[in-house]
């Protein structure tokens, strides 16, 4: 079983960066695509971007599309997210998923196993 781990949540004020890491246990080879989806309180889950294993391919919620860019490090076993220009309604606990199968570019709205969760925070 892959097991996933968030890093980098924190405190930010708005208009901040921040840098999520999700470290993979093992290949991801045979999987379809690695997701990053956030939880705020009391709201559903929401889907944030996703990274297509074999084609590389990219998407975003419309949320947050020019200001968040998803990307892998092979060699580290690693996903990140790059979040810019942060604004309070993206506080929420974001988590990483893994996609086990799909067809065609990956989707931010499907996931199957995640990890913890690291928790975000915008405010002044």
């Known amino acids: 079983q892959l097991q996933l781990a968030e890093s980098g949540g924190g405190l930010v004020q708005p208009g901040g960066s921040l840098r999520l890491s999700c470290v993979h246990s093992?290949?991801?080879?045979?999987?379809?695509?690695i997701v990053w989806f956030r939880q705020a309180p009391g709201k559903d889950r929401e889907g944030v971007s996703c990274?297509?294993?074999?084609?590389?391919?990219?998407r975003y919620g419309d949320s947050v599309k020019g200001r968040f860019t998803i990307s892998r490090d092979s060699a580290k076993n690693t996903v990140y997210l790059e979040m810019n220009n942060l604004k309070p309604e993206d506080t929420a606990v974001y988590y990483c998923a893994i996609v086990d199968v799909g067809i065609g570019p990956c989707s931010p709205n499907q996931w199957d196993d995640w990890g913890p969760g690291t928790q975000v925070t915008v405010s002044s």
């Open positions: 093992g290949s991801i080879l045979d999987y379809y695509a």
């Open positions: 990274v297509g294993i074999r084609d590389s391919s990219t």
